[in-house]
C-alpha cells in the first residue's frame, strides 16, 4: 500500500504564491508519473500539472507560465510553486501518483489540501 500526503496549501491574496508538497511513502519500488489536479466546489476534478519521472512536464492552460511542477525521486516527493495565484485557482489540490509495487503498477491519490485565493 502506498500514502500520499499533501502539504503547503492555506490562504493567499491574489498575486501571491504558495509551495505545494506530496509526499509518498509504502510498499514503493518506483515512482513513474506524478501530477497535481483540483477541485473547486460544485465543479469536477481537472488536471493542473503531471511530471514525468526522467523530469518532462505538461501544464493545464489556465496555470501555464504561473505555476511549475517538480519533483525529488530521492524523496519520492513532487512540488507545485504556484504563483501569480489568482480568486479562480481556489480549490482542493490532489496529489496523483503512478506507483510500481512491484511487478504491477496502481495509481494514487493524497488526500487534498485546500487553497483559497482571495481577491
Not at 508519473?33 to 519521472?53: E, N, S
Not at 489556465?62 to 511549475?68: A, E, L
Request: hydrophobic fraction near 35%; proline fraction near 2%.
Amino acid at each position: 500500500q502506498v500514502r500520499l500526503v499533501e502539504s503547503g496549501g492555506g490562504l493567499v491574496q491574489a498575486g501571491g504564491s504558495l509551495r505545494l508538497s506530496c509526499a509518498a511513502s509504502g510498499n514503493i519500488f518506483v515512482i513513474n508519473a506524478m501530477g497535481w489536479y483540483r477541485q473547486a466546489p460544485g465543479k469536477q476534478r481537472d488536471f493542473v500539472a503531471h511530471i514525468t519521472r526522467s523530469g518532462s512536464t505538461n501544464y493545464a492552460d489556465s496555470v501555464k507560465g504561473r505555476f511549475t511542477i517538480s519533483r525529488d525521486n530521492a524523496k519520492n516527493t513532487v512540488y507545485l510553486q504556484m504563483n501569480s495565484l489568482k480568486p479562480e485557482d481556489t480549490a482542493v489540490y490532489y496529489c496523483n501518483a503512478d506507483v510500481r509495487e512491484g511487478l504491477l503498477s496502481s495509481n494514487y491519490w493524497g488526500q487534498g489540501t485546500q487553497v483559497t485565493v482571495s481577491s
